[in-house]
T-cell receptor, first 113, second 113 residues
Framework: DAKTTQPNSMESNEEEPVHLPCNHS???????IHWYRQLPSQGPEYVIH???SNVNNRMASLAIAEDRKSSTLILHRATLRDAAVYYC??????????????FGQGTILTVHP | DAMVIQNPRYQVTQFGKPVTLSCSQTLNHNVMYWYQQKSSQAPKLLFH???????NEADTPDNFQSRRPNTSFCFLDIRSPGLGDAAMYLC????????????FGPGTRLTVT
């Protein structure tokens, strides 16, 4: 499985934007970039995914570099409820990988009031 | 609300005493996954079911088994728990293996004494 590299931790202030980076230099052409987050004492939660183009949804935006070797998850206005571990995951489109999620270590996001 | 339910949330077992964790879903999804998450680590896939077809990860210990008697329920059996099996066990579902999202339950935290 292609690997991702994320900073161990990041901090933000409430109501400020947060940019969470992810490097995936060995990404293959069929790998989708997925982001999940895990709040304390809960299971992971899907945030967003993309292939080549930038994506927006109600939770976040995903900016994907033109060469696809890196991406950035953007939380437009952080709240205390956004404090979580954020995982950037490369996910195959199917076949033998059956779309499995291989979690890396993730980024611990701390949000200050 | 449709959801993924895991019972119990906390389970204590003795070293070597078999234990079963359960997962149920009201989403009517075909795929069910079991992940193991040890303290301060990322979730790791143990196995998954596509309908009745069982798929084991290559590095999942033989000590771990699973049953899926019907679409709604899936069980994780640990035949002889060791201290190293203490972890959070997460169940997830998806309509199919190439669907973009996996839906996670809250997890069962297993303690081995």
């Amino acid at each position: 499985d292609a690997k991702t590299t994320q900073p161990n931790s990041m901090e933000s202030n409430e109501e400020e934007p947060v940019h969470l980076p992810c490097n995936h230099s060995t990404i293959s052409g069929t790998d989708y970039i997925h982001w999940y987050r895990q709040l304390p004492s809960q299971g992971p939660e899907y945030v967003i995914h993309g292939l080549t183009s930038n994506v927006n949804n109600r939770m976040a935006s995903l900016a994907i570099a033109e060469d696809r070797k890196s991406s950035t998850l953007i939380l437009h206005r952080a709240t205390l409820r956004d404090a979580a571990v954020y995982y950037c995951i490369l996910r195959g489109a199917g076949g033998t990988s059956y779309g499995k999620l291989t979690f890396g270590q993730g980024t611990i996001l701390t949000v200050h009031p | 609300d449709a959801m993924v339910i895991q019972n119990p949330r906390y389970q204590v077992t003795q070293f070597g005493k078999p234990v079963t964790l359960s997962c149920s879903q009201t989403l009517n999804h075909n795929v069910m996954y079991w992940y193991q998450q040890k303290s301060s680590q990322a979730p790791k896939l143990l196995f998954h079911y596509y309908d009745k077809d069982f798929n084991n990860e290559a590095d999942t210990p033989d000590n771990f088994q699973s049953r899926r008697p019907n679409t709604s329920f899936c069980f994780l059996d640990i035949r002889s728990p060791g201290l190293g099996d203490a972890a959070m066990y997460l169940c997830a579902t998806s309509p199919r293996t190439d669907y973009y999202e996996q839906y996670f339950g809250p997890g069962t935290r297993l303690t081995v004494t």
